[in-house]
């Protein structure tokens, strides 16, 4: 149990183009999801919290504009990369707590995000 | 500011040979410390979460203990499939901060 979905898995656009990320909680519901980007050899770096039904919280530092956040359902947080330039390709991980009997937050599988 | 520290960066052990990695925290109201291990192009996987000093957890080969200063991951006469990245993480009000990590290889 307690599974996050992302999709897609890798994804290659062309500068200039929007690019859309999803993360789904299978088995589970997720008031809050946390998004993350991870540069090659580093450490994940959270970039926002995303809150069901409200506006998501940004990490100083990242351009809500170019990070659009849309939390619609409890089972689904969605990540669009607007106006895509080579600087933006990373790895883009999602989580989730399950809930507090949990103990701990799951991940995502991430995305491959390279843009040309 | 909340910092999360993890040492060695690099560790290769042969396969068998014990040894344990670090994590070093400063955080205001620690609510839970967790470790993850993650494989190259994929999301970390949830290993364990401590919350108190003195608290150990246990999982194969794998043990994590917290002090009220660090953690420690022991790992038991590992095997080449323990080879990954081990990622510590804490948390205090809301989200979680992690470490750079420990890029951990076993040889064969």
């Known amino acids: 149990g307690a599974v996050v979905s992302q999709h897609p898995s890798w994804v290659i656009c062309k500068s200039g183009t929007s690019v859309k990320i999803e993360c789904r909680s299978l088995?589970?519901?997720?008031?809050?999801m946390f998004w993350y980007r991870q540069f090659p050899k580093q450490s994940l770096m959270l970039m926002a919290t995303?809150?069901?039904?409200?506006?998501?919280?940004?990490e100083q530092g990242v351009e809500k504009d170019k990070f659009l956040i849309n939390h619609a359902s409890l089972t689904l947080s969605t990540l669009t990369v607007t106006s895509a330039h080579p600087e933006d390709s990373s790895f883009y991980i999602c989580?989730?707590?399950?809930?507090?009997?949990?103990?701990?937050?799951?991940f995502g599988s991430g995305t491959r995000l390279t843009v040309v | 500011e909340d910092q999360v520290t993890q040492s060695p960066e690099a560790l290769r052990l042969q396969e068998g040979e014990s040894s344990s990695l670090n994590c070093s925290y400063t955080?205001?109201?620690?609510?839970?410390l967790f470790w993850y291990r993650q494989d190259p192009g994929k999301g970390p996987e949830f290993l364990f979460t401590?919350?108190?000093a003195g608290e150990e957890k246990e999982k194969e080969r794998l043990k994590a203990t917290l002090t009220k200063k660090e953690s420690f991951l022991h790992i038991t006469a590992p095997k080449p499939e323990d080879s990954a990245t081990y990622l510590c993480?804490?948390?205090?009000?809301?989200?979680?901060?992690f470490g750079a990590g420990t890029r951990l290889t076993v040889k064969p």
């Open positions: 995303s809150n069901e039904g409200s506006k998501a919280t940004y």
């Open positions: 401590l919350y108190s």
């Open positions: 955080v205001s109201g620690l609510r839970g």
């Open positions: 088995d589970f519901q997720a008031t809050t």
């Open positions: 989580s989730a707590s399950p809930g507090a009997l949990w103990g701990g937050y799951t």
């Open positions: 993480a804490v948390q205090a009000f809301g989200d979680m901060r």
